[in-house]
């Protein structure tokens, strides 16, 4: 049997930790890796056998990238605080980690999300899969700011039970991770993008707006899904303003 190491980033995650511990305490190990959270996130943390390390956040891909060389056991299972392992999901884990497959460096999981406490099943999260379990020496996140997937030259397969993500509670937390993502988006969108024109600032968010809730069956989810649509649309503008002012300050 392979041994496990979970690893959680958090900050200022009291609301969530205590759960997403709970999910992942089959592993070997766990590791904490806080931003120096000014909540109860680590006195909660305290109360479970749990290795905690603290590094300034840059973004996470770097946080995560930082985390895993620390991983004592060569399998490691990346959970956000926000996410959840199921039962059904820890059962797979552990049948393949007691004999794993040697042509194999990790496993896609998708992902079950849920926004303002509506589980998604269409406006484009239907699909959402992330690779969480991966051997320690063969994989690495790709250095970008917002949404960065690992990068592996080894060979992925994709677990079957799904992983429950527990997105945003409110409006006002979606929006501030979104303008948030948007100031880093501008720095991965600067060296690959042209002239701004208003087709950026206009056809680009439209066009999202079109893609989640038209052709990715928005409409379906109800007002929940025409709120991730709009707001889709949204980041997609602020991404574009933060470019225009990001490259009007290095004029100056």
Request: proline letters at 4%; charged letters at 20%; hydrophobic letters at 40%.
């Amino acid at each position: 049997m392979e041994k496990l190491t979970a690893i959680i980033p958090v900050f200022n995650e009291a609301h969530h930790i205590e759960a997403a511990i709970q999910s992942v305490l089959f592993a070997d190990e766990i590791l904490i890796v806080d931003s120096f959270s000014t909540d109860e996130t680590l006195s909660i943390a305290k109360k479970f056998p749990v290795k905690i390390l603290q590094r300034e956040y840059e973004y996470s891909a770097s946080q995560k990238n930082w985390a895993i060389p620390q991983a004592t056991h060569n399998w490691i299972f990346i959970l956000d605080a926000d996410e959840r392992v199921t039962p059904q999901l820890q059962e797979e884990i552990q049948q393949i980690l007691s004999n794993p497959p040697q042509d194999l460096v990790g496993y896609w999981v998708y992902r079950n999300n849920h926004f303002i406490h509506k589980k998604i099943k269409y406006s484009g999260w239907q699909n959402d899969k992330v690779i969480r379990l991966f051997k320690k020496d063969f994989c690495r996140y790709k250095d970008q700011h917002v949404h960065a997937e690992i990068s592996t030259t080894g060979k992925l397969d994709y677990l079957q039970h799904t992983l429950q993500h527990y997105s945003f509670n409110s409006i006002q937390q979606f929006t501030a991770k979104l303008n948030k993502y948007a100031v880093w988006q501008a720095k991965d969108y600067d060296a690959r993008t042209g002239k701004l024109t208003p087709y950026h600032f206009i056809g680009k968010p439209v066009w999202r707006f079109i893609k989640h809730y038209v052709i990715q069956q928005g409409f379906r989810d109800g007002v929940p899904g025409l709120t991730i649509s709009y707001l889709q649309a949204y980041a997609v503008f602020m991404r574009y303003v933060n470019l225009w002012i990001l490259r009007n300050s290095k004029k100056t």
